[in-house]
């Protein structure tokens, strides 16, 4: 093409630049316009001498390819490396490279080999030997330390005061203390959670690799007691209760009395029976402890969990107890099972409907509905069970959330009934009898108690398991069908409950009770012991149907 045949082209796209310009200027809006503008544009550039397939180029990224398969480990035990790569496809020889690493490398064989076993490292120290090395001299060689980089193989010549250097180890080869880190391409890596060499990923405390802790919740508290209620003033405490799941326990304390454990078993994992265990690592709950301790007053322990049981943490009372502080994780059902949800067997007051015969002026609706009757010695209306009409939806009386204000109110027996002595369960042989009838063995403390008509609510802070049929919350309700204060239970002490689950024929109860004739003695350390050795009593026992 000539000049002139250039020139008029570029007359000839000017001109048709302004006509479109005044005939459809708000045309230029739209995408087809606008690729007439850019297609101008692209003739100007051309015009200018660049070439229009190196504009065309810049819209193009560089890509990966998909990743190969994973080469054969470096070795068959003890922790090797395999590798794999990609390629990267240059589309755009003018942009970016491709982001990232052409080569990846992860762990494998990590099975520790068998006893006796060469030290891989001496292994290729040993390669060397007898062969001509300095002025022809050959030497025998063996593992050398003390070299600069961890990396490349130092070897010592046996009988000499020198060592050489003969390069890099091989792939797969221990660099460092940490476990899993080994040398790559002269590298030492440590591998993330992924099992990447070099990857960076790590375990959040929900245990999930590359997490952000979006998937549990944290539950962290300290422990402070001015005295001690099991142990007396010097012995073992229960300090909390940390539900099977939990996962990144870690407890500390800084005074002179000692951190304990227990499994579900009331097994002491450290520091039980009088006896202070050594620091170190130990087995428990499916999992490892991390137990630590210095020369002064300070000592931890470590969980990574998950637990596949229920601890117990305690405490061995030397001193006053300055604060114990403790925090675990736990995912969300469990998490609102334990701390914040509310147990189906934790029932405030009946569901179905009633009505007072006798109404009170001076207590309101309202009133009657948001609380508790409390005896206040005079007499209760009496409630009745009525039918419901047919054709009239069911309205159920709400249900009573926790009253954290009320306090310790004296019981007083209702009027016309007469209450004598409470009737005394103890023994080897109800203790034997109610474990394998009963729907729940547990130990509690008890918080609150409340009259509710001529029943007598508890509340209960659940501390340990022994043997149940339906999963407990961290705090319960405990129902007594007597105003009788019987059994006899004090506000504040701890007790061995056991008790039975109680569904009405409607379907509208569901809650623990405890019935004068329940087994229920204050708690001592010597119970744990008794009563395990009741589990394998009933243990071929069926449950109970319902």
Not at 87 to 104: D, F, I, K, L, M
Not at 327 to 339: G, I, K, Q, T, V
Not at 476 to 493: I, M, S
Not at 525 to 546: F, K
Request: proline share 6%.
């Amino acid at each position: 093409m000539t000049v002139s045949a250039r020139i008029r082209k570029s007359v000839l796209c000017w001109v048709l630049t302004l006509v479109l310009l005044l005939v459809a200027p708000s045309c230029f809006s739209s995408l087809q316009n606008a690729s007439l503008v850019a297609s101008w544009h692209l003739s100007a550039e051309t015009l200018l001498g660049r070439p229009l397939r190196a504009r065309r180029q810049l819209h193009l990224r560089n890509e990966w390819l998909p990743w190969s398969g994973w080469s054969v480990c470096s070795r068959t035990c003890g922790g090797g490396a395999s590798v794999r790569t990609r390629t990267c496809v240059t589309r755009n020889a003018v942009g970016r490279p491709c982001a990232g690493e052409p080569r990846q490398y992860k762990t494998c064989n990590t099975k520790e080999c068998p006893p006796g076993s060469q030290d891989f490292r001496e292994m290729q120290c040993a390669v060397f030997n007898q062969r001509p090395m300095v002025a022809g001299h050959s030497f025998k060689w063996t593992t050398f330390h003390g070299g600069s980089n961890p990396c490349e193989l130092s070897c010592l010549a046996l009988g000499h005061n020198f060592y050489y250097n003969f390069g890099h180890v091989l792939d797969g080869t221990p660099c460092s203390q940490e476990p899993g880190a080994m040398c790559v391409s002269g590298r030492c890596l440590k591998p993330g959670c992924d099992s990447i060499l070099g990857s960076g990923q790590e375990e959040d405390a929900c245990m999930v690799c590359g997490g952000h802790n979006s998937t549990c919740l944290q539950h962290r508290s300290v422990y402070r007691s001015s005295r001690l209620e099991a142990g007396g003033p010097f012995g073992y405490s229960q300090v909390a209760m940390i539900p099977a799941g939990a996962t990144h326990i870690r407890v500390t304390d800084n005074s002179r009395n000692y951190l304990a454990l227990q499994n579900k078993h009331s097994q002491f994992v450290i520091n039980g029976n009088w006896k202070i265990s050594v620091p170190g690592e130990y087995n428990i709950a499916g999992t490892k402890l991390l137990y630590k301790r210095s020369a002064d007053t300070w000592e931890s322990f470590e969980v990574p969990g998950p637990t596949q049981e229920d601890l117990h943490l305690m405490v061995l009372a030397m001193d006053r107890n300055s604060g114990i502080e403790y925090e675990y994780w736990l995912p969300p059902d469990l998490y609102a099972l334990f701390h914040g949800g509310r147990s189906s067997l934790r029932q405030a007051l009946h569901t179905t409907s009633f009505f007072q015969r006798s109404q009170p002026s001076t207590t309101t609706s309202a009133s009657a509905t948001s609380r508790p009757l409390l005896s206040t010695g005079r007499p209760q209306p009496i409630l009745k069970n009525v039918k419901r009409p047919l054709g009239r939806p069911h309205q159920p009386i709400a249900r009573l959330e926790r009253e954290e204000s009320l306090r310790n109110v004296p019981l007083l027996p209702s009027p016309g009934r007469r209450c004598g002595k409470c009737l005394r369960v103890r023994g080897r042989r109800e203790r034997s009898r109610q474990y394998c009838q009963k729907d729940f063995v547990f130990r509690g403390k008890v918080l609150e108690r409340v009259q509710s008509g001529e029943e007598t609510r508890y509340d209960v802070q659940i501390i340990h398991t022994y043997r149940n049929r339906y999963r407990l919350e961290h705090r319960e309700f405990l129902w007594v069908p007597n105003v009788c204060d019987c059994p006899h239970l004090e506000r504040g002490r701890q007790y061995v409950f056991m008790a039975r689950r109680h569904i009405n024929y409607e379907r509208t109860l569901n809650r623990i009770l405890l019935e004068e004739d329940s087994y229920v003695v204050p708690y001592r350390a010597r119970e744990d012991e008794l009563l395990w050795t009741l589990e394998g009593l009933c243990s071929n026992r069926r449950p109970l149907q319902l």
